[in-house]
Nanobody
Framework: QVQLVESGGGLVQAGGSLRLSCAAS????????MAWFRQAPGKEREFVAA????????SYTDSVKGRFTISRDNAANTVYLQMNSLKPEDTAVYSC????????????????WGQGTQVTVSS
């Protein structure tokens, strides 16, 4: 069992930056692939980024490539999402999630989810 708690969301102007954190409980954190998803009002949950167990392999959705960076600190049981050059269309609730095995882009492949943190980008 893994419990995930996100933090770092907020209101920022277009072009600004935010760093999201996701703190995980449990001693098996390093066993999991970790990902960030987002969901805007009226839209389906969308894959944003994922990182493998040792932080070497990452994956990003096309709309955030070059702007967002996912990373993890296994000693601190934490995964991060550095978001730069934010746009109004990045506005959403961002949630972290954990999966076993490989990097997946479908929400159904992830076993554990946090409650989410709101990111709002004003124009």
């Amino acid at each position: 069992q893994v419990q995930l708690v996100e933090s770092g969301g907020g209101l920022v102007q277009a072009g600004g930056s935010l760093r999201l954190s996701c703190a995980a409980s449990g001693r098996t954190f390093r066993s999991y692939v970790m990902a960030w998803f987002r969901q805007a009002p009226g839209k389906e949950r969308e894959f944003v980024a994922a990182v493998d167990w040792n932080g070497v392999t990452t994956s990003y959705t096309d709309s955030v490539k070059g702007r967002f960076t996912i990373s993890r600190d296994n000693a601190a049981n934490t995964v991060y999402l550095q978001m730069n050059s934010l746009k109004p269309e990045d506005t959403a609730v961002y949630s972290c999630a954990a999966a076993m095995g490989w990097i997946y882009t479908l929400p159904g492949e992830y076993y554990f989810w946090g409650q989410g943190t709101q990111v709002t980008v004003s124009s």
